[in-house]
């Protein structure tokens, strides 16, 4: 499990392309797409600058009324998959 003290942020060479109120992005190196819901797109949206994984689940806390240890088990396993792909460094 990822540590919520940890800085997170979106790798330079993947790009999102927004469809209605979901996104897709796109890994230039490998070529692959990676489909995102809605709370997904916000969670890419808001790793437009580097954060620690607490801000974002504090600033998610903020626009979804969700129990917080909820939210931050959720935005882990969304990040650990990220960094799966090799989409997001942490730090």
Known sequence: ???T?????????????DLDDE???LDVVTGHYFGLNPVGRRIWTL???PRRIEELVDALADEYEVPRADLQRDVV???E???TKGLITLS
């Open 1 to 3: 499990m990822i540590d």
């Open 5 to 17: 003290t940890r800085t997170v942020s979106a790798r330079a060479d993947v790009t999102m392309a």
């Open 23 to 25: 996104a897709v992005l």
């Open 47 to 49: 790793l437009d600058q």
């Open 77 to 79: 396993a969304f990040l």
């Open 81 to 83: 998959r990220l960094h």
